[in-house]
């Protein structure tokens, strides 16, 4: 039996040489980089190495570069430390209603300290309408928060469009979006799109666990949110991950050599995946199928099978799959943004999402084609008895 990991924008293996090197910084130089002596110089250096390479690769300025824990810290540094600091100048934000629960539930929380939020409807594909953004606006608008790819149906956003707009309409009003899903699929520059806030996390580029960060143009007001020792000039406390940070930013750089033959790859293997799996009875295709999406996800729904039924089926089978974001997926709700993309009822609890990476063969695409034109018609015939 095969075995099949197609659940990547839960998270991606680890790259060799990532590994590699947070084993020799945790075994070698584990110094803290806050220490003066020659182990802490020596961590530090990796500290500042990282910062090099991820500014370089969005074409900002190192000393805009925040290490966080991840996407979800990332987005709440944003999101909260911006509210706060720019709450003089209003109290309302802008977001969509496909946003990563990391975005949705900070929102939430604001609401309840007096912030008013918009939620943007989006079309079929999942994505927002320019014209909605720009009736949303007002002199009172102090944030808008956007994601760049969408985590369970791959729809990607008019980012610098909206840049644009909100640049224009308000100057002042801090554009935040949460690229988790689109860094390392596309090619990213802040400065161009007139991005103020950028949320990244490592796991999801091949790198570790844990670590992630936060583009802050220099010029942004944002709060700290979190108080200690002042690491980070005092946005961010803590004693860096130094491990961690190494390793994102070594997958940084693995991942943009040769990029687009890597894109061009993920592509070819999502279009030989619908494809095949279009071609089974009873199955609807949720969001972008095509190069107008991201390259690495497809959302699935099969008529008259449970997803729960389906995902674990195909897991007998060594086929591993997601029923939806992994950051919520193992607690029973309706996904939002399949309902805000309009799915049909009898498909919202039927849906997984697949997804893809470097890593994934055309052989393992075929087998799992293969495993579902056969699961499927049986678990049919068993759920219709």
Do not use: W
């Not at 975005?103 to 079309?123: K, N, R, S």
């Amino acid at each position: 039996m095969m075995e099949v990991y197609l659940d990547n924008s839960a998270t991606t293996k680890c790259l060799p040489e990532v590994a590699s090197l947070m084993t020799h910084i945790l075994c070698e130089d584990y110094g803290n980089p806050s220490s003066m002596h020659r182990k802490g110089v020596e961590s530090e250096k990796y500290v500042r190495y990282a910062k090099e390479v991820i500014a370089r690769c969005m074409k900002v300025q190192e000393k805009e570069i925040l290490f966080t824990s991840g996407g979800t810290e990332s987005d709440n540094i944003a999101l909260i430390g911006g509210a706060y600091a720019n709450c003089r100048a209003g109290r309302h934000i802008i977001t969509t209603r496909i946003e990563h629960p990391a975005v949705l539930q900070t929102c939430a929380a604001l609401e309840e300290q007096g912030f008013v939020v918009t939620y943007l409807p989006v079309d079929a594909n999942g994505v927002i309408r320019l014209a909605d953004l720009e009736r949303a606006m007002t002199k009172n608008t102090i944030l808008v928060s956007i994601m760049h790819t969408n985590n369970e149906v791959g729809a990607v956003q008019p980012i610098e469009q909206a840049g644009e707009l909100i640049r224009r309409m308000n100057p002042n009003t801090l554009f935040h979006v949460d690229a988790v899903q689109g860094f390392g699929k596309f090619r990213i520059y802040p400065k161009r799109m007139h991005i103020d806030l950028l949320s990244v996390s490592a796991h999801k580029i091949h790198g570790p666990k844990g670590v992630g960060f936060l583009y802050i143009n220099e010029k942004a007001k944002v709060r700290p949110i979190i108080f200690g020792g002042g690491q980070q000039k005092g946005m961010r406390s803590g004693t860096e991950n130094v491990p961690g940070i190494a390793g994102m930013a070594k997958a940084v750089e693995e991942i943009f050599v040769d990029f687009e033959s890597k894109i061009n790859y993920l592509y070819s293997i999502k279009e030989r995946f619908v494809k095949g799996v279009g071609a089974i009875e009873g199955i609807r295709l949720n969001g972008p199928v095509g190069r107008e999406g991201a390259p690495h996800v497809v959302s699935v729904s099969i008529q008259g099978i449970r997803s729960e039924v389906m995902l674990h089926a195909l897991e007998d089978k060594g086929i591993y799959v997601s029923a939806g974001s992994a950051c919520s997926s193992n607690k029973p709700s309706v996904s939002a943004t399949l309902k805000a993309i309009g799915v049909e009822k009898q498909y919202l609890d039927a849906t997984l999402r697949f997804s893809f990476s470097l890593f994934t063969t055309e052989a393992e695409i075929d087998y799992t084609i293969k495993c579902m034109s056969e699961l499927i018609p049986m678990l049919r015939h068993y759920t219709r008895k």
